[in-house]
Nanobody, 123 residues
Framework: VQLQASGGGLMQAGGSLRLSCAAS????????LGWFRQAPGKEREFVAA????????YYADYVKGRFAISRDNAKNTVHLQMNSLNPEDTAVYYC?????????????????WGQGTQFTVSS
């Protein structure tokens, strides 16, 4: 199983950007795909998640209303649309997949991780 994140870069505050995560391998066994982020000097934190079959979405409070996660099952791809960006969104963003039912906000649930993509928001 491989997860390839893309779309990172440099953006100005208030702008929008979409991250994508292309998946390959045993996608049929997945329960959930999620995005996490790690800012400099901070622990990795949950951002958003979507269940693979039903498309149920979950968001961290600090991105709710600004970010939107979606999936394209046919292309085995998950997107994270990020709007109204602010410098606090600067981080390395990771996509991850888990094939067990559980707490989608917990890293423990996810057993496959992508390499991360750096995203910086300038003020």
């Amino acid at each position: 199983v491989q997860l390839q994140a893309s779309g990172g870069g440099l953006m100005q505050a208030g702008g929008s950007l979409r991250l994508s995560c292309a998946a390959s391998g045993r996608t049929f066994s997945w329960y959930v795909l999620g995005w996490f982020r790690q800012a400099p000097g901070k622990e990795r934190e949950f951002v958003a998640a979507i269940t693979w079959s039903r498309g149920t979405t979950y968001y961290a409070d600090y991105v709710k209303g600004r970010f939107a996660i979606s999936r394209d099952n046919a292309k085995n791809t998950v997107h994270l649309q990020m709007n109204s960006l602010n410098p606090e969104d600067t981080a390395v963003y990771y996509c991850a997949a888990g094939d067990s039912i559980g707490l989608v906000t917990s890293e423990i649930l996810y057993n496959y991780w992508g390499q991360g993509t750096q995203f910086t928001v300038s003020s």
